[in-house]
């Protein structure tokens, strides 16, 4: 029974290397975006970490099976460890799992809010910040109006 929402936001989401592996047969919920997170650019996937920040990223619906094959991915309670934390879509909000990278938090890779994973956040993309519920001081951040 799939009873485990699930917050991605690396080589998990749709189009990514990992996807395909775990999460094709899956149930997707909804984009959405999780607040008080910033990410980091790790070489070959990102990791995030609790910080003044909003990271952008895709939830699913697994069961127990799938969700044991992320822990084993994610490398759980060693590389990553998984927390709950809520996620925002347009209409609703979700407590969903999300790997939180565990090892140095001294990386000079530091992409900063994580808005759109690796995308760039520029103003073609401010319609979809809106539509995902994203708060207007969080807009007025990135884009003086």
């Given at each position: 029974?799939?009873?485990?929402?699930?917050?991605?936001?690396?080589?998990?989401?749709?189009?990514?290397?990992?996807?395909?592996?775990?999460?094709?047969?899956?149930?997707?919920?909804?984009?959405?975006?999780?607040?008080?997170?910033?990410?980091?650019?790790?070489?070959?996937?990102?990791?995030?970490?609790?910080?003044?920040?909003?990271?952008?990223?895709?939830?699913?619906?697994?069961?127990?099976?799938?969700?044991?094959?992320?822990?084993?991915?994610?490398?759980?309670?060693?590389?990553?460890?998984?927390?709950?934390?809520?996620?925002?879509?347009?209409?609703?909000?979700?407590?969903?799992?999300?790997?939180?990278?565990?090892?140095?938090?001294?990386?000079?890779?530091?992409?900063?809010?994580?808005?759109?994973?690796?995308?760039?956040?520029?103003?073609?993309?401010?319609?979809?910040?809106?539509?995902?519920?994203?708060?207007?001081?969080?807009?007025?951040?990135y884009f003086k109006q």
């Amino acid at each position: 029974m799939k009873n485990n929402y699930v917050f991605t936001y690396g080589t998990l989401l749709k189009g990514e290397r990992n996807h395909y592996n775990y999460l094709s047969d899956e149930d997707f919920i909804c984009d959405g975006f999780i607040d008080g997170f910033v990410m980091f650019n790790l070489g070959r996937y990102p990791g995030i970490y609790e910080g003044e920040g909003l990271v952008l990223g895709e939830l699913y619906l697994v069961d127990e099976k799938t969700l044991a094959k992320l822990d084993y991915l994610e490398e759980e309670g060693s590389l990553y460890v998984r927390k709950t934390t809520k996620v925002y879509s347009s209409n609703k909000t979700y407590e969903a799992f999300v790997y939180i990278y565990n090892l140095s938090k001294d990386n000079p890779n530091y992409l900063g809010d994580g808005l759109y994973s690796w995308k760039e956040l520029n103003k073609e993309n401010i319609n979809e910040l809106i539509e995902l519920g994203l708060p207007s001081d969080s807009i007025n951040k990135y884009f003086k109006q």
